[in-house]
T-cell receptor, first 114, second 114 residues
Framework: GESVGLHLPTLSVQEGDNSIINCAYSNSASDYFIWYKQESGKGPQFIIDIRSNMDKRQGQRVTVLLNKTVKHLSLQIAATQPGDSAVYFCAENGVTGGGNKLTFGTGTQLKVEL | EAGVTQSPTHLIKTRGQQVTLRCSPISGHTSVYWYQQALGLGLQFLLWYDEGEERNRGNFPPRFSGRQFPNYSSELNVNALELEDSALYLC?????????????FGPGTRLTVT
């Protein structure tokens, strides 16, 4: 069945270092992927997305890499800041009998140490 | 532009009771999604409404139901509450036609069942 999972439940990094959060997916038909950030007590917020016809996309301090061969997605955060501390979710869009549906991974807690 | 709003913010109910949660999507968005997020866990897809109809539902029992109104706002109803229904219930909206797959989340309703 469909599943999206994360390799590491918790990631601790030093302020200023780069962070890499990984995600594995199993639905090879997924055509779109999103990374969300969820701060404590808030709803998830969009960070960056990537379509399956791309292998890299850059935003402000963030880069998403997609490796369709091994069904792997990663989020890279440059110069990690204390405000980056949050839970990060990857999500894949797959077409089901009922239409498009986002499937979310478990999430990775990113902790930024000063 | 106003974001997705949800009410109430917090709710405490006892086992066996019924609850109704409300969501107002971003203006112009016709799709509304409901998710359940148990403490420390990922997002579990509950329901998807678009143009007033239920398009898809996740693996939840029938006591979880909802509806979407002509103004695209939505309600989530949970009957016969159980202790394990305690969670953050998130609503998200999307502009189904001409937009991306990105879903915009509200702040959530924290439901505690005692």
């Amino acid at each position: 069945g469909e599943s999206v999972g994360l390799h590491l439940p918790t990631l601790s990094v030093q302020e200023g270092d780069n962070s890499i959060i990984n995600c594995a997916y199993s639905n090879s038909a997924s055509d779109y992927f999103i990374w969300y950030k969820q701060e404590s007590g808030k709803g998830p917020q969009f960070i960056i997305d990537i379509r399956s016809n791309m292998d890299k996309r850059q935003g402000q301090r963030v880069t998403v890499l997609l490796n369709k061969t091994v069904k792997h997605l990663s989020l890279q955060i440059a110069a990690t800041q204390p405000g980056d501390s949050a839970v990060y979710f990857c999500a894949e869009n797959g077409v089901t009998g009922g239409g498009n549906k986002l499937t979310f991974g478990t999430g990775t807690q990113l902790k930024v140490e000063l | 532009e106003a974001g997705v709003t949800q009410s109430p913010t917090h709710l405490i109910k006892t086992r066996g009771q019924q609850v109704t949660l409300r969501c107002s999507p971003i203006s112009g968005h016709t799709s509304v999604y409901w998710y359940q997020q148990a403490l420390g866990l990922g997002l579990q897809f509950l329901l998807w409404y678009d143009e007033g109809e239920e398009r898809n539902r996740g693996n939840f029992p029938p006591r979880f139901s909802g509806r979407q109104f002509p103004n695209y706002s939505s309600e989530l109803n949970v009957n016969a509450l159980e202790l394990e229904d305690s969670a953050l219930y998130l609503c998200a909206s999307r502009q189904r036609h001409g937009g991306s797959y990105e879903q915009y989340f509200g702040p959530g309703t924290r439901l505690t069942v005692t």
